[in-house]
C-alpha cells in the first residue's frame, strides 16, 4: 500500500514542509529509516537522526526548530507521538480491511453472518454461530457451535473458539489463542486415579478485549469465566475456570490465573505472575513480576514476591535477603567468639 505524504498529513492533520508527492510505503524507525518509509521525533535524543535518515518523511512537533538542513519530508503536528500512533492504527485499519470468503473454507448453513465479512482460506464455521459486522477470520481459526461474536472483531490466524463462547464488540483474538477449552477439572478417586469433571459452563469476553497470541481461557464448570471490558491480556497467559479479569484490567505474559479467581479492575499485573484459584484480587491492585499471589488482595496495594506482599516492604527487605550469606557469616563467628 502506498500513500502521499499528502495523504497522511490530511489524515492526521498536518503541515508539510518538503514534497507533498512523496509516496511512502511502509513505517520506519528514525535511525533505521530507508526511502519509502516515514518515521517520527519525539524524543529529544533522537534529533540528530533527522538530519542523516533516509526516510522519506518525518513526522515532527509543530514547534520543531531544525539547527541544520533537513532534506527529508516533514509533516509538522501538535504531538508526533500520538500523530504516529494514530497513523499505525490507520495502517492496521486499512491491512485488516480485507472482505469476502475464501475458498477452501466452510461456513455451516445454520450460521449467519454480518456486512463486512471476512473468512480466509481454510477456515472454519460450525452451526449456529452468529457474527456481526465487519468480523475478520484469518487463516485456520475454528469456530465451534453456537458461539456469538459482536462487531468490529478480528480473529487472527489458527484460533480456536470453542463452543458457546461470547464474544463482544471490537475484540481482538490472536494467532493461536483458545477461548473456552475445557477447565482442569478432576475429581480424585480412591485408587489415586482422576475423574473428569464435565465442563458445561461458557467463556463470555466483553467489549474492547485484546486476547494475546497462545493464550488460553477455559470455560466454566458452571456459569461462565469472564473477562471484563475493555482488558488486556499479553501472550501464554492461562486463565482457569471460572476466574474473572476486571474492566481495564492489563496482564503480562506468561501469567497463570487458577479457577475462580476474581481480579479487579485498573489492576497491572506482570509477566509470569502466579495467582491461587478462589482468591479475589481489589480493583487498581499492581502486582510486580514473578510474584506468587495466594490470598485476597485488598484496593489499591502494590505486592511484590512469592508469597507475594507489600511492595514497599519486600524492597527493603530484600536488602536483608541478598545479604544473608554476609549475615550468617557474622552470626557464625559472633558464636565462636561467644564460646
Request: glycine letters at 12%.
Amino acid at each position: 500500500m502506498k500513500f502521499t505524504i499528502q495523504q497522511i498529513a490530511d489524515i492526521l492533520d498536518g503541515t508539510i514542509e518538503g514534497d507533498s508527492q512523496v509516496e511512502v510505503s511502509k513505517l520506519s524507525k528514525i535511525e533505521e529509516g530507508e526511502t519509502g518509509s516515514i518515521s517520527f521525533l519525539s524524543n529529544v535524543k533522537y534529533t540528530p537522526f533527522v538530519y542523516t535518515t533516509k526516510a522519506s518523511a518525518v513526522i515532527v512537533n509543530s514547534d520543531f526548530i531544525p539547527e541544520q538542513e533537513v532534506t527529508t519530508t516533514l509533516i509538522r503536528v501538535e504531538d508526533s507521538y500520538g500523530a504516529f500512533t494514530k497513523l499505525l492504527e490507520y495502517y492496521q485499519m486499512v491491512k485488516l480491511n480485507k472482505n469476502g470468503i475464501e475458498q477452501p473454507s466452510f461456513i455451516h448453513e445454520s450460521a449467519t453472518v454480518g456486512e463486512g465479512f471476512y473468512l480466509a482460506a481454510f477456515g472454519y464455521i460450525s452451526a449456529n454461530v452468529k457474527l456481526g459486522d465487519n468480523v475478520k477470520i484469518f487463516s485456520q481459526v475454528h469456530i465451534a457451535d453456537n458461539v456469538t461474536i459482536g462487531d468490529n472483531c478480528v480473529i487472527h490466524t489458527g484460533a480456536k473458539i470453542m463452543s458457546d463462547s461470547v464474544i463482544g464488540n471490537n475484540v481482538t483474538i490472536h494467532a493461536g489463542a483458545v477461548v473456552g477449552a475445557d477447565g482442569f477439572g478432576f475429581s480424585p478417586n480412591a485408587d489415586g486415579t482422576y475423574s473428569k469433571i464435565p465442563q458445561t459452563g461458557i467463556v463470555i469476553i466483553e467489549d474492547n478485549v485484546d486476547i494475546g497470541a497462545l493464550t488460553t481461557i477455559d470455560r466454566a464448570t458452571l456459569g461462565a469465566t469472564i473477562i471484563k471490558k475493555g482488558a488486556k491480556l499479553d501472550n501464554q497467559i492461562q486463565i482457569g475456570h471460572n476466574a474473572e479479569v476486571g474492566e481495564n484490567t492489563v496482564i503480562a505474559a506468561q501469567t497463570g490465573v487458577a479457577g475462580s479467581a476474581k481480579i479487579g479492575k485498573n489492576c497491572r499485573i506482570g509477566g509470569q505472575v502466579g495467582i491461587a484459584g478462589h482468591i479475589n484480587i481489589g480493583d487498581n491492585v499492581g502486582i510486580q513480576a514473578q510474584s506468587g499471589v495466594g490470598k485476597n488482595i485488598n484496593d489499591g496495594e502494590t505486592i511484590q514476591g512469592s508469597p507475594a506482599f507489600n511492595y514497599a516492604e519486600w524492597s527493603r527487605s530484600y536488602v536483608y535477603f541478598k545479604n544473608l550469606k554476609k549475615l550468617n557469616g557474622r552470626v557464625a563467628d559472633l558464636e565462636k567468639k561467644k564460646l
